[in-house]
């Protein structure tokens, strides 16, 4: 049997979507906060499928676009250290800070590797003993774990020349923060990959204290219909609720050993997130047993943030305003040329509707 064949079938789709016009009434706002989500979503045309009365906005669910603009401008500052190489991942390569960009420091001459995880920049460190080798530690608890076992690998090969920058950021406490600053959302379709991680028991009291439906949906068409057809239901019965509807990957408890290491490594501050400025213990930083390896205690010039006149990419990652209605949107900010964070990871909200705008 072809499961992924199975949630991609038209007439399984469509049989899915038939249910949810006929058991849906009132008005129904679903946020996604999780960018394959939102690139699911467009690819396949969701939109389209469903009544007038079920509206989908997309959240803070890149941790591309949500990483501030402060934490740019330190990696970028840190690139221009003459003895720093800089290990990332590919999409943050080109966000663009205050003034530059990894690219083009790299451009410039700086040592700038794009590398596919956390323990190819230890490699790089262990190569490199004469370098300081910062690793750009970005994402949600879906690659804190990675990140994790990477310093305590440097930890056991007493390495003095790692580095972690962290922009790990742990999801509720953003889901909340838009509740409480009065984004009209009724439900959530909680991400899928980090609910693997953390489990789904970490989005009860958005369920209990704020009264919003949540399901943790799963990336096909069919899965995202069906954990829409789970909100409705929800709703239409007045009983907000946690549900998982990617039972094949995620169980409430989660990876227990991933959240281990986890917590052995990390602990809660509070933290920036791009257009929702500081949200209390919403980010990760290094315990104090691996503060050696914070690259935060590098001393170099950053300059003052300043954000891209025109961008409105913070407004859209609080699901108030969509791509369209940005004044840079295809025109002046392409996936070519892009200007703000939301159109350059291959999981924001911008490049998504530039790619499937025909839809």
Same mark, same amino acid.
């Given at each position: 049997?072809?499961?992924?064949?199975?949630?991609?079938?038209?007439?399984?789709?469509?049989?899915?979507?038939?249910?949810?016009?006929?058991?849906?009434?009132?008005?129904v706002?679903?946020?996604?906060?999780?960018?394959?989500?939102?690139?699911?979503?467009?690819?396949?045309?969701?939109?389209?499928?469903?009544?007038?009365?079920?509206?989908?906005i997309?959240?803070?669910?890149?941790?591309?676009?949500?990483?501030?603009?402060?934490?740019?401008?330190?990696?970028?500052?840190?690139?221009?250290?003459?003895?720093?190489?800089i290990?990332?991942?590919?999409?943050?390569?080109?966000?663009?800070?205050?003034?530059?960009?990894?690219?083009?420091?790299?451009?410039?001459?700086?040592?700038?590797?794009? +590398?596919?995880?956390a323990?190819?920049?230890?490699?790089?460190?262990?190569?490199?003993?004469d370098?300081?080798?910062?690793?750009?530690?970005?994402?949600?608890?879906?690659?804190a774990?990675?990140?994790?076992?990477?310093?305590?690998?440097?930890?056991?090969?007493?390495?003095?020349?790692?580095?972690?920058?962290?922009?790990?950021?742990?999801?509720?406490?953003a889901?909340?923060?838009?509740i409480?600053?009065?984004? *009209?959302?009724?439900?959530?379709?909680?991400?899928?990959?980090?609910?693997? +991680?953390?489990?789904?028991?970490?989005?009860?009291? +958005?369920?209990?204290?704020?009264?919003?439906?949540?399901?943790?949906?799963?990336?096909?068409?069919?899965?995202?219909?069906?954990?829409?057809?789970?909100?409705?239901?929800?709703?239409?019965?007045?009983?907000?609720?946690?549900?998982?509807?990617?039972?094949?990957?995620?169980?409430?408890?989660?990876? +227990? *050993?991933?959240?281990?290491?986890i *917590?052995?490594?990390?602990?809660?501050?509070?933290?920036?997130?791009?257009?929702?400025?500081?949200?209390?213990?919403?980010?990760?930083?290094?315990?104090?047993?691996?503060?050696?390896?914070?690259?935060?205690?590098?001393?170099?010039?950053?300059?003052?943030?300043?954000?891209?006149?025109?961008?409105?990419?913070?407004?859209?990652?609080?699901?108030?305003?969509?791509?369209?209605?940005?004044?840079?949107?295809?025109?002046?900010?392409?996936?070519?040329?892009?200007?703000?964070?939301?159109?350059?990871?291959?999981?924001?909200?911008?490049?998504?509707?530039?790619?499937?705008?025909?839809?």
């Open positions: 049997m072809n499961l992924r064949a199975d949630f991609q079938d038209m007439r399984v789709c469509k049989g899915i979507a038939d249910t949810i016009r006929r058991e849906s009434g009132r008005p706002v679903i946020m996604e906060v999780c960018g394959g989500h939102t690139m699911a979503i467009h690819r396949y045309g969701i939109h389209s499928l469903l009544p007038a009365a079920i509206s989908l997309s959240g803070p669910g890149c941790p591309v676009c949500v990483s501030d603009i402060r934490f740019i401008d330190r990696a970028v500052a840190l690139a221009r250290r003459k003895d720093s190489i290990a990332t991942y590919g999409d943050l390569i080109r966000v663009p800070g205050s003034s530059s960009s990894l690219e083009k420091e790299r451009a410039s001459g700086a040592d700038v590797r794009v +590398i596919w995880s323990l190819e920049a230890v490699s790089i460190a262990e190569n490199n003993p370098k300081k080798i910062v690793f750009l530690a970005i994402g949600f608890e879906t690659t774990p990675g990140t994790a076992i990477a310093v305590v690998e440097a930890d056991t090969k007493k390495l003095t020349n790692y580095f972690v920058l962290s922009s790990h950021k742990i999801m509720p406490p889901m909340t923060a838009l409480d600053k009065g984004v *009209k959302i009724d439900a959530y379709l909680c991400p899928g990959h980090v609910s693997v +991680i953390t489990g789904a028991g970490i989005y009860e009291p +958005i369920a209990r204290e704020y009264g919003k439906s949540c399901v943790v949906s799963g990336f096909e068409p069919a899965d995202i219909l069906q954990s829409i057809l789970m909100i409705v239901r929800q709703i239409e019965k007045g009983i907000p609720a946690v549900e998982i509807q990617y039972t094949r990957a995620v169980k409430p408890s989660g990876n +227990i *050993k991933a959240q281990e290491l *917590k052995e490594v990390f602990m809660l501050r509070d933290d920036w997130w791009r257009g929702l400025g500081v949200i209390p213990e919403s980010g990760m930083t290094l315990r104090p047993r691996f503060e050696a390896f914070n690259a935060e205690a590098i001393q170099v010039d950053v300059e003052p943030a300043k954000e891209v006149k025109g961008c409105i990419c913070g407004e859209i990652l609080k699901g108030l305003k969509a791509p369209a209605q940005c004044p840079l949107f295809a025109k002046a900010c392409t996936p070519d040329h892009p200007v703000g964070a939301c159109m350059v990871s291959s999981e924001g909200s911008c490049a998504a509707y530039f790619q499937y705008r025909s839809r």
